[in-house]
């Protein structure tokens, strides 16, 4: 009898923690996100009346929310500021949607966000000031929106940041200094933009840089000589801007670059060991690819 108390009391307590649900608090989140984005039209929609671990595109560890892939999912309308209530959330991949409005300064409010992906919406408005606060954020994608404003000073915080696409979106202003603080950064695109000024010379501490794209905006002066220290660097588009010199770039030793365009002429300095005859022009196509 004593066995069979025990073998009823496990199954009980398996039973309870196949029924766990995610707090009141999260599946509310999520519910904002489904009706600010007209969920009745997604492609793949929720079903409400399942458990939250059932819901298209949302993962479940340990009855918390920590991924919302809803890729290509034909979500329209604004993000609500709850998705701030998903504290445990690391991976926000709404790309290649019809996302409108202004993004939230709540979204900042993430703590273990790693992975944001907003490519391809109609997101407009500025970046929130206090996107600095997105501490763990390794990438942070962006590009063909209409995202205005100037890129905050505060994006300089987020250390662990490994990419960063801005492109194809109305941004104006300079390159804050503080992006040179982002020590860990493998691909900066922020092609396409209405910046301008000089381009800082701090941005010459992303030893790690492989891909660097900057073409098709009003950046002027000269090209920094720190730029020689990207020693990592395979992919540089620095052309259609309206800089005054690119004699710095002869500070380009023994590269092989797969990708390097600028509007200046070859033949007008010395490059040293730069080699062009394997190098190709880029295509500044933006695509994505869903997992």
Do not use: C
Not at 52 to 78: A, C, T
Not at 99 to 105: A, H, S
Request: aromatic residues 10%; without cysteine.
């Amino acid at each position: 009898m004593k066995k069979l108390y025990t073998l009823l009391f496990v199954a009980l307590l398996t039973s309870s923690f196949a029924m766990a649900e995610v707090s009141k608090k999260e599946k509310k989140a999520l519910l904002s996100l489904y009706t600010s984005t007209n969920g009745a039209h997604w492609i793949k929609k929720w079903n409400l009346n399942q458990p939250v671990s059932e819901w298209y595109g949302v993962k479940v560890e340990d009855d918390k929310v920590v991924e919302i892939n809803l890729f290509r999912n034909n979500l329209m309308g604004p993000l609500p500021a709850d998705l701030s209530k998903l504290e445990h959330l690391k991976v926000l991949n709404l790309a290649f949607n019809s996302i409108t409005g202004q993004l939230p300064e709540e979204i900042a409010y993430l703590p273990n966000l790693k992975v944001l992906k907003l490519e391809m919406n109609r997101i407009k408005g500025g970046l929130p000031s206090n996107i600095g606060s997105l501490a763990n954020l390794e990438e942070l994608t962006a590009f063909n929106n209409f995202i205005s404003g100037s890129i905050p000073e505060s994006i300089g915080e987020i250390k662990k940041l490994k990419v960063l696409n801005l492109s194809s979106n109305a941004l104006k202003g300079t390159i804050p200094e503080s992006l040179g603080e982002l020590t860990e950064l493998e691909t900066l695109g922020l092609f396409e933009n209405a910046l301008e000024g000089a381009i800082p010379g701090e941005m010459g501490n992303l030893r790690k840089l492989k891909e660097l794209v900057l073409a098709n905006n009003s950046f002027k002066g000269e090209i920094p000589k720190e730029f020689g220290q990207l020693a990592s660097l395979e992919v540089f588009q620095i052309q259609n801007n309206k800089f005054d010199s690119f004699k710095n770039l002869e500070m380009f030793e023994n590269r092989e670059f797969l990708v390097f365009d600028f509007d200046g002429d070859k033949r007008d300095f010395e490059y040293k060991d730069l080699k062009f005859s394997k190098t190709r022009m880029a295509d500044t196509k933006f695509e994505d690819i869903e997992e």
